[in-house]
């Protein structure tokens, strides 16, 4: 009952019209700026008490990419609103075409835990520059975090225009019950299957941010100490909770053996000791944490392999003679473990990778611009990096979504004012002159025109 009146207050608040005006949008876009400006303190303090993550982590992963998207939105906002003109072709004659772009009305935006902060602003900031009320529900496995958005929003927004729900499964499935006219969702692809078949009842259209498992394909002409170091940066980052992190490497054979080294070098240089560093971020609970250790039973371990059961952090690890049936390459594994296999040829590594579900992200080392063609254009995923890992997330015009399995729809920049509006296609007749031939009977008129 409680939700459904928050949804009616929501709904009637956007009949009114207010949240679709310029002026509303752009001032609420900087309402929420400023109020991530005003708890700057607080975030990276809710962020190490959630997850361990340094104010240096928070920024370049969180909150920058919050801000720079908020401003992005901001400078942009005038032009994504604009009517787009479309041929009309000669049927249409003498007329003209457009689209309008309008918000859906009242939009759910579900999070997850593993970027706390960012994973609900990103979202929120494309709801509201397509003009939409947004009721939010962040995770409850990373409550401080959560708290603090509650905090943001209840600063910049009245609860009519935007409000966060705190809780669980639960509260997320009564929210669910509900009509809204657009979901958000970014989590798990289990989850996301329960999401849209509660949404499908509603007929309401729906994003998924789902996760999956995430290669990485070095060739034998690739840098491979370059390639050590930029899929350590992806498997660090976060302790390897990312959705888009290196999930498992397919190493040409050749280079296999040089990668596992340069990759355990890598790792010290840039976390040390990983149980005692205290910029490097832990494991979010207890369940996550035992899930792992379970991934790395009965495997080879090349490097790390140790972990700390009190403050729930697991180092940086390697596991080789993994085989491709084995229970770390069935579940996307979200932590530091990195199982290495290897291939003989480019195809092989192909078929690999066809023959699994389509990831969120994939990554591509070699030299060679007819390998990036090839590999680029022959298999599906969400999104790429060649030589890097994770950075096109970060890029701030770039789709960012799933396919298959990963997910559906994409955002950031534009694609997020895009995702939250309806684009409504306008055809206007013009009385200049008449096309008579349209028009019945049509006797002996020619059939092709
Ligand atoms: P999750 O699916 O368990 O939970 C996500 C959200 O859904 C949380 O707010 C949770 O409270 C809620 N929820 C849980 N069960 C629900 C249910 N039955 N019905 C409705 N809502 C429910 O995911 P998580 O553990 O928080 O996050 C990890 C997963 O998210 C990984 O699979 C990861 O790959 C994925 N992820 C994807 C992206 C992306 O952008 N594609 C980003 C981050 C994480």
């Not at 457009?98 to 009305?105: D, I, M, Q, S």
């Not at 498992?213 to 070095?218: E, F, L, N, Q, T």
């Not at 392999?305 to 770390?328: A, C, M, N, Q, Y």
Request: aromatic share 10%; proline share 5%; with cysteine.
């Amino acid at each position: 009952m409680k939700y459904e009146r928050l949804l009616e207050r929501q709904r009637t608040f956007f009949c009114s019209g207010k949240s679709k005006e310029y002026s509303y949008r752009i001032n609420a876009l900087k309402a929420l700026r400023e109020a991530l400006v005003y708890y700057e303190e607080e975030i990276n303090q809710a962020l190490l008490e959630d997850l361990n993550k340094s104010p240096y982590e928070t920024f370049i992963t969180e909150y920058g990419l919050a801000l720079q998207q908020i401003r992005l939105a901001e400078r942009k906002l005038k032009g994504w609103m604009k009517p787009l003109r479309k041929k009309v072709g000669i049927t249409g004659l003498p007329g003209k075409a457009y689209e309008l772009a309008e918000p859906y009305g009242v939009a759910l935006i579900i999070s997850p835990w593993n970027y706390p902060l960012s994973l609900a602003i990103q979202p929120l900031i494309g709801a509201i520059a397509a003009g939409n009320c947004c009721i939010m529900k962040p995770s409850e496995l990373s409550p401080h975090t959560s708290n603090m958005l509650a905090k943001i929003v209840a600063r910049a927004f009245s609860e009519e225009y935007v409000a966060v729900v705190l809780g669980g499964k639960e509260e997320s499935e009564r929210l669910l019950e509900q009509r809204f006219d657009y979901i958000f969702f970014t989590g798990s692809t289990a989850v996301g299957r329960s999401v849209m078949d509660k949404a499908a009842r509603h007929l309401t259209p729906v994003t998924l941010e789902l996760g999956g498992k995430s290669p990485c394909i070095i060739t034998a002409d690739a840098n491979v100490r370059e390639a050590a170091k930029n899929i350590a940066y992806g498997k660090v980052m976060n302790s390897g909770q990312i959705c888009i992190a290196p999930d498992y490497v397919l190493a040409d054979e050749t280079v296999a053996e040089q990668f596992c080294r340069e990759f355990a070098e890598q790792c010290q240089r840039m976390v040390r000791d990983a149980l005692t560093n205290s910029k490097y971020p832990r494991i979010i609970s207890q369940k996550h944490f035992k899930r792992l250790q379970g991934l790395m039973e009965g495997t080879v371990i090349k490097s790390g392999g140790r972990s700390d059961p009190e403050t729930l952090k697991i180092e940086p690890t390697v596991l080789v003679d993994v085989k491709p049936d084995s229970p770390v390459m069935q579940e996307e594994i979200f932590g530091p473990l990195l199982p290495v296999l290897t291939f003989r040829t480019l195809d092989e590594a192909e078929d690999f990778v066809q023959a699994r579900e389509k990831p969120l992200a994939l990554y591509l080392f070699t030299t060679s611009k007819e390998t990036e063609r090839k590999v680029l254009n022959s298999l599906s995923f969400g999104g790429a990096c060649v030589n890097d890992t994770i950075s096109h997330i970060a890029c701030e015009g770039l789709a960012f979504g799933g396919v298959g399995q990963s997910g559906m729809g994409a955002y950031h920049g534009i694609h997020s004012f895009e995702t939250f509006s309806h684009r409504k296609g306008i055809y206007k007749k013009s009385g200049l002159f008449e096309l008579s031939m349209r028009y019945q009977p049509y006797g002996d008129k020619a059939s092709r025109l």
